[in-house]
C-alpha cells in the first residue's frame, strides 16, 4: 500500500499520535483518581492489548544479552514518563500537558548521542535550545508550588525521549514491536501495582470505562510508534508526531471547551517550528 519504509513510518506516526490524544483525553475524563492507579490500568489494558497480538502472531521472545538491559531502561523510562504525563494531565490544560510531553524527540537527539552513537550537529542543539525556550512559554514557571505539574509534565517528555531512543535501539537489534509494548506495560504494572494495593481508590462504572479507553488507546498507539520508529530514524519523522498537538486541542475544545491561552500558543509555535527546522535540517544531510 505505501511505497516505502518512510513513508509507512510517518503515516504509523499520525495514527500514533492520534491515539495518544485520544489516551489523553480518557485519562482527564476518569478524573480525580490517583495518578498511580491511572498508570496501571492504563498499562493493564495496554499489556493484554500487545499479548493478543504475540499470540496472534507467534513471535513470542525472552530479550538475551544486551537486550535485556535496553529493555529496562525503555521501561523505567517510560514507566516514570507516563507517570510524570498523568500527573500533569491531570492538573493543567490536556493540550499544554501534550506538548510538553512532545518534548520527546528534542530529547532523542541527546540521547541518541550516547545511546546510539549518533552524532548531533551545532543546528541540533540549536533545536533542542528553541524546544527548551518555547517549554517554558507553556509551563510559564513561577518557581512557586504551582508551576510543579509544568515542570513534572516537561521531565515526562524527557523520560519519553530517552524511552523512544531505546525503542529504536531494541528494533534495530531486531527485538519486535509487540514485545516491547508487553514488556514494558508488565515492567509498569509490576511497579505501579504495590501503591495501587495500598491506595486504590473505588471507581464508577464510568470511570473504569475511561482507563479501559485509555489503556486501548495507548496500546494502539504504542504500537503504531514502535512500528514508525522502527521503519525510519526519528530525525526523519518525529516532526509529524506533533500533530498529537492538533488532535489534542481539538478534542480538549470540544469536549471540555478548554482553548490554550496565548503564552501557550507562543510556546507551541516556537516548538513546532524547531520540530520542523531539526525535520528539515536533519534531511539535508542524508
Given at each position: ?19 495518544f490524544a485520544l489516551m489523553g483525553l480518557f485519562v482527564k475524563l476518569s478524573g ?121 509534565g516537561f521531565l515526562g517528555g524527557m523520560c519519553a525521549g530517552l524511552a523512544y ?122
Open positions: 500500500m505505501f511505497k516505502n519504509d518512510k513513508t509507512k513510518g510517518i503515516i504509523y506516526i499520525i495514527i500514533s499520535a492520534f491515539f480525580d483518581l490517583p495518578t498511580v492507579q491511572k498508570t496501571f490500568f492504563r498499562n493493564a489494558v495496554a499489556m493484554i492489548f500487545a499479548l493478543v497480538i504475540i499470540t496472534k502472531n507467534h513471535i513470542w521472545e525472552l530479550p538475551k544479552g544486551k537486550n535485556i538491559k535496553y529493555l529496562f531502561i525503555r521501561s523505567a523510562a517510560g514507566t516514570l514518563g507516563v507517570l510524570c504525563n498523568f500527573y500533569a494531565v491531570s492538573q493543567i490544560n490536556l493540550a499544554d500537558a501534550s506538548l510538553l510531553n512532545k518534548l520527546s524527540p528534542f530529547f532523542a537527539v541527546i540521547f541518541s548521542i550516547f545511546a546510539l552513537k549518533e552524532k548531533a550537529t551545532f543546528k541540533q542543539f540549536f533545536a533542542v535550545t528553541m524546544a527548551f525556550i518555547g517549554a517554558l512559554f507553556v509551563m510559564k514557571p513561577s518557581f512557586s508550588f504551582d508551576a510543579i505539574p509544568g515542570l513534572l531512543t531505546y525503542v529504536r535501539k531494541l528494533t534495530q537489534n531486531g527485538f519486535k514491536g509487540p514485545l516491547i509494548v508487553f514488556y514494558f506495560s508488565l515492567f509498569s504494572c509490576a511497579v505501579t501495582l504495590p501503591w495501587l494495593i495500598f491506595d486504590y481508590h473505588p471507581m464508577s462504572a464510568m470511570q473504569w470505562l475511561y482507563l479501559i479507553l485509555a489503556g486501548l488507546s495507548a496500546g494502539v498507539g504504542q504500537f503504531f510508534i514502535t512500528s514508525a520508529y522502527s521503519k525510519a530514524p526519528a530525525k526523519e519523522i518525529s516532526v509529524y508526531d506533533y500533530s498529537q498537538i492538533i488532535f489534542t486541542t481539538l478534542l480538549s475544545l470540544i469536549v471540555f471547551g478548554d482553548l490554550p491561552d496565548a503564552l501557550s500558543f507562543v510556546g507551541y509555535s516556537i516548538i513546532i517550528a524547531a520540530a520542523v527546522f531539526n525535520a528539515v535540517n536533519s534531511l539535508k544531510r542524508v
